[in-house]
């Protein structure tokens, strides 16, 4: 990858200090960078295992984890492990060194995939659970330009005063990258041609109800594999599931659900349509990617803002979409559709208004890019902005 000076923005992570913590994200996402501006680097110990020298090192020895700190490091310096999940191993000796000796661990991953094989528990509790995601609108601020992060994504890095050559080259590097660290020196899949694959078609999949059996033709793999190829996605953090709405847990467990790609930009990267400008007012490519974002907005601040709101689609047999499901503890659900219109037509809100009466009690919004809040039946219309300020409590 390249090894630049990236623009530090106001990030919204803010992760307890004085507590041992894990920080999950994917690669890319400023975990490093987020650590050298936060906590005190002149007392820290520092162990990167993408370096390879540090990688066999403690691969072969995990015990020199204990022998490394020295007798009189402060309390409350951290210790950070960069990519834990490269050497499991190490989380034993991490847990003898907070029980014994109290030490304040920063630990970063990029993968879930070894820690679960491994059966790591995490700690025990010990560790908390942080994530950090791609740029969030609000973190942009004023630098955010929408159609830039409907074509580019907000990977810190891509946001970086670069030219088209650079952002281009970031991003089809970024996949590389992830094909040959994640993918083919860790052997996560034998064959690695159906799985190159199988990521253009599921970018081409993305926000779309799954359909396993018909991505399983065009791969020439079953089904069971497409399964595994996704589940590869989630650990690596590269998507995640929105799962169909049910009061039942068991039934949203039957229905499929849809996938996302934590990121706008890598997503095109992948299915190679870098060259390809998404536009404003351009058909179902700019309304599909505004759909992306907001959603990518939803999960990125739902875990910033400790909020603990569950989403999910609805979608009926005739049709009739909520393109989220917002459950937020205590209260009321709302029913979101996702419009990326700066003008908003009544007929919207009729063909939803009798799916919305059997899912009372809830508040019904249409996101969208118009510049004011307003009424229409018993819709809300809400700017973009204005919902996630809302829900999330932003001021």
Not at 129 to 139: A, D, I, M, R, Y
Not at 255 to 261: N, R, V
Request: overall charge positive; hydrophobic content about 40%.
């Amino acid at each position: 990858m390249y090894d630049i000076f990236v623009y530090m923005y106001q990030r919204l992570l803010n992760p307890i200090l004085d507590n041992s913590f894990f920080l999950f994200g994917a690669r890319g996402t400023g975990k490093t960078s987020w650590l050298k501006e936060n906590i005190d680097l002149k007392n820290s110990v520092w162990i990167d295992l993408l370096d390879e020298e540090e990688y066999f090192r403690y691969t072969k020895r995990p015990q020199t984890l204990v022998e490394i700190i020295p007798p009189d490091h402060p309390k409350k310096a951290l210790i950070v492990i960069d990519e834990i999940q490269r050497v499991p191993n190490l989380l034993n000796y991490v847990h003898k060194l907070i029980e014994e000796k109290k030490y304040i661990f920063a630990l970063t991953g990029s993968s879930a995939r070894k820690l679960k094989r491994s059966g790591s528990n995490l700690l025990a509790g010990r560790a908390l659970l942080n994530k950090l995601h791609p740029l969030t609108s609000f973190e942009l601020a004023k630098n955010f330009d929408l159609l830039a992060v409907l074509n580019w994504g907000a990977l810190p890095t891509v946001h970086h005063k670069g030219s088209f050559k650079f952002k281009s080259n970031y991003l089809k590097t970024y996949v590389q990258t992830y094909l040959r660290q994640e993918i083919k020196e860790e052997q996560i899949v034998r064959n690695l041609a159906p799985f190159i694959k199988f990521l253009e078609i599921a970018t081409q999949a993305n926000g779309q109800i799954l359909n396993f059996s018909k991505m399983a033709d065009q791969c020439g793999v079953d089904s069971h594999a497409i399964n595994r190829y996704f589940e590869i996605l989630v650990d690596t953090m590269l998507g995640f599931y929105l799962e169909p709405y049910h009061t039942s847990v068991r039934q949203r467990q039957v229905q499929h659900s849809k996938f996302y790609f934590f990121d706008l930009g890598v997503k095109r990267a992948l299915e190679g349509m870098l060259t390809v400008p998404i536009i404003e007012r351009g058909g179902t490519a700019f309304g599909d990617a505004f759909e992306h974002f907001f959603i990518l907005e939803l999960i990125r601040l739902n875990d910033y803002c400790e909020t603990d709101y569950k989403f999910s689609y609805l979608r009926t047999g005739s049709g009739v979409e909520f393109d989220v499901i917002v459950e937020r503890p205590g209260l009321d659900k709302i029913l979101i559709e996702i419009k990326s219109s700066d003008e908003i037509e009544e007929s919207i809100v009729k063909k939803r208004e009798e799916l919305r009466k059997d899912l009372l009690p809830n508040e019904f919004w249409v996101v969208s890019r118009e510049k004011r809040k307003r009424y229409l039946g018993s819709a809300v219309i809400m700017p973009w902005q204005l919902a996630l300020k809302e829900l999330f409590k932003i001021k």
